[in-house]
């Protein structure tokens, strides 16, 4: 089987040809396309095993010690071989390591992640931080598997704040989707591509995206995608 690129921007066009492409480092390819601008797709299969993804950094809310992520080969990732984890699992509530993409800024998007909640005493928590400003601002949708629910929440100032929850069922030891679409001030939550909220917030409209977890939960991660939106 071929392998996925670690990084890809590609543009599906229905009606308009794509306008032009721009080459950037560490073999990106990114496409731009007149409908609907670029879009970008982690894999991660590429990147090397125990060392941090390449093109992201490292954030933490709250409080405990602050996160690890790496790289980690595993069996049955949705795109073989690589995930991407967080792995200092400290008991501490209020803790939310992130992983947030270098060097971007959107604000209208469709991002996408898949999450696998492996284990946690306190949480099993995927999440994915969105319009990101900085490690005390952004907006984050999360899934819990020892909740069994789906919530959006604003963070401000480092302070967490619920938006909009819905209770559903969330396996661990099984891979699950998450996605937003953000246009202007609407949100729109995905859990495994059901909708399962619809929110009105715009208090960020422009930011970053990335991973999240929380306290000691140790949960995979594979196939991040975002594409912007005109």
């Known amino acids: 089987m071929m392998k996925k690129t670690p990084i890809a921007v590609i543009v599906c066009l229905l ?4 306008s032009n492409y721009v080459h950037a480092q560490q073999g990106q390819k990114v496409t731009v396309s007149e409908i609907l601008g670029e879009r970008k797709e982690y894999y991660f299969d590429d990147n090397k095993p125990n060392e941090p ?10 409080k405990g010690e602050p996160g690890l992520w790496v790289v980690k080969k595993i069996e049955n ?7 991407v984890v967080q792995t200092k699992l400290d008991i501490t509530d209020y803790r939310f390591p992130l992983l947030i993409l270098d060097g ?9 992640v898949r999450f696998l909640a492996v284990s946690g005493k306190t949480d099993q928590a995927g999440g994915l931080a969105f319009r ?9 949708l999360r899934a819990n598997a020892l909740e069994n629910n789906v919530r959006l929440y604003i963070v401000i100032n480092g302070n967490r704040k619920q938006i909009a929850g819905k209770n559903t069922k969330v396996t661990p030891g099984e891979w699950h989707l998450l996605k937003v679409i953000c246009k202007a001030n609407k ?4 859990f495994d591509n059901a909708l399962v909220i ?3 917030d715009g208090v960020f409209n422009s930011g970053s995206v990335g991973l999240w977890t929380k306290a000691d939960s140790y949960t995979f991660f594979d196939d991040l995608v975002m594409q912007e939106l005109k």
Request: aromatic fraction near 16%; charge should be negative.
């Open 198 to 200: 619809e929110a009105t």
């Open 104 to 112: 971007v800024s959107y604000k209208d998007i469709m991002v996408s």
């Open 77 to 83: 990732a949705p795109s073989a071989d690589n995930v």
């Open 53 to 62: 993804p390449p093109g992201f950094q490292s954030a933490f809310t709250g």
């Open 187 to 190: 949100i729109q939550c995905f």
């Open 132 to 140: 990101y400003k900085d490690n005390n601002n952004y907006y984050v």
């Open 15 to 18: 009606v308009l040809p794509v």
